[in-house]
């Protein structure tokens, strides 16, 4: 059977995959095995419990709260927050798990859970997977008043943007933002957090109505805050996700900034403030060359990692890095936050226009993307593909004729029966040309 845990908690089709049922089973089964582990040693356990606007957030956070309650967990409830949000307020309020009920960019019908420990850490593997293991055991119910209490964490917000606003290396006075908060967890925050750093606001996709999360608006749907910056002449935009722990942008002119670029940005900040410890970001394999030359240029080296932002913050750890993200717009500030942080990662991206006086445009020419091809290979044995030899024969002939002017990456999904193709180079026919070279062996030696 597959494994119930992805990389970001469980996720599925609420009310159908993800049920209150399910909701419940887990955070019982949550409390049980962070029991045993010694999590709640000599202590009465606290949980904090958030969720993004999704109708279905409602049934399945009070099922989730109902689950710990019943474990005799105390659970103190925030409402509607970003993921980002929950896992700063786990650590402030010195709780012992966190769970946050959210499908992230996902259409409106999907909902999830995901975990968090002490600190606001995701859980580790062979944690989720005995939780998995657990599921639905009998077990011996506290009474009495050992059954966990419930109370509502009102002011989560309030220690959530004064903690923004604390890390904040310079105010935003002057500046025009305009926030497309994917009618999601952060449509009130976010706007919140830059008013109060001194910018002036307008928000697109602040008005959710339990239905309308990622429909439309978001980092997912970027046109409207192209149109948005342009007519009310802002200095630029940010497009947050629905749980807000991403961030795009855009600039004065309508012009897309993505993850790297914005990466770029911080990694150069943090180097001259002397905070990006040894001099290094972490970055997964799709992040365009562009990237890794502009900041080898700057004397900063990128590692990179697999795709997923698991990945990129187990090496963050392992290294003890500061910074480090996806082309998706993740970005992860370890110093500040245990996961993404979308309204963050954005107010330090408007923290650096202030600070220089310079456009977000200007900012973000630091790096120049190559042209990047990618194609999704269907229909092949994905296990074969290490083993071929007459794939990695083509791969080596592409990345000599590339040079240093270009990459290649090759590799397999990990739900579907595809093989990745990737190519970048300075020229965009020349990339095209490899790419599809590069497909047509993998068709033929790889097909089922």
């Known amino acids: 059977m597959a494994r119930l845990f992805g990389t970001d908690g469980v996720r599925g089709v609420a009310n159908q995959d993800i049920t209150a049922e399910l909701a419940l089973d887990l955070s019982v089964a949550a409390a049980h095995v962070l029991g045993e582990v010694g999590a709640f040693k000599g202590h009465r356990p606290v949980a904090v419990v958030g969720r993004d606007p999704r109708a279905s957030g409602e049934f399945l956070a009070a099922a989730t709260v109902a689950g710990l309650a019943s474990s005799g967990v105390d659970v103190r409830d925030a409402g509607v927050l970003p993921t980002p949000a929950i896992a700063y307020l786990v650590g402030e309020q010195d709780a012992d798990l966190g769970a946050m009920l959210s499908a992230s960019h996902n259409p409106m019908p999907d909902n999830g859970i995901k975990f968090f420990a002490r600190g606001g850490h995701k859980l580790a593997d062979d944690l989720e997977d005995r939780i998995e293991g657990r599921l639905r055991e009998d077990w011996q119910r506290p009474t009495g008043a050992d059954v ?54 307008t928000v697109i996709g602040g008005e959710p109505d339990g239905l309308n999360i990622n429909d439309g608006y978001g980092s997912t749907h970027v046109e409207h805050l192209r149109q948005a910056v342009v007519a009310e002449g802002a200095d630029f935009g940010i497009a947050l996700d629905g749980d807000a722990d991403r961030c795009l942008a855009v600039d004065a002119a309508g012009c897309d900034v993505d993850g790297d670029q914005i990466m770029a940005i911080l990694a150069l900040a943090m180097k001259e403030q002397g905070v990006l410890r040894n001099d290094t970001l972490v970055a997964t394999v799709m992040s365009n060359l562009g990237l890794i030359q502009a900041l080898g240029s700057a004397g900063i080296k990128v590692v990179q990692t697999a795709v997923g932002d698991r990945y990129v913050l187990e090496e963050m750890k392992t290294g003890g890095y500061a910074l480090g993200g996806e082309q998706s717009g993740h970005v992860v500030m370890l110093d500040h936050g245990t996961t993404g942080d979308g309204t963050l990662t954005g107010l330090m991206l408007a923290s650096r226009v202030a600070a220089t006086g310079r456009t977000l445009a200007d900012l973000a020419g630091i790096m120049t993307h190559f042209p990047q091809v990618l194609v999704n290979v269907k229909d092949v044995d994905k296990s074969a593909l290490e083993a071929n030899a007459a794939v990695a024969d083509a791969v080596l002939a592409a990345e000599g004729e590339l040079g240093d002017n270009g990459r290649v990456l090759l590799r397999k999904s990990g739900t579907e029966p595809v093989v990745r193709v990737m190519v970048e180079a300075a020229d965009g026919d020349q990339a095209r040309t490899l790419a599809d070279r590069l497909v047509g062996v993998v068709k033929a030696e790889l097909s089922l």
């Open 148 to 201: 966990g209490r419930i109370t509502r964490l009102a002011d989560g917000a309030d220690r959530y943007v004064a903690h923004l606003l604390s890390v904040l290396p310079h105010g935003l006075d002057g500046l025009h933002v305009v926030i497309d908060a994917a009618h999601g967890a952060a449509f009130e925050v976010a706007p919140r957090a830059f008013r109060e750093a001194g910018a002036r606001v």
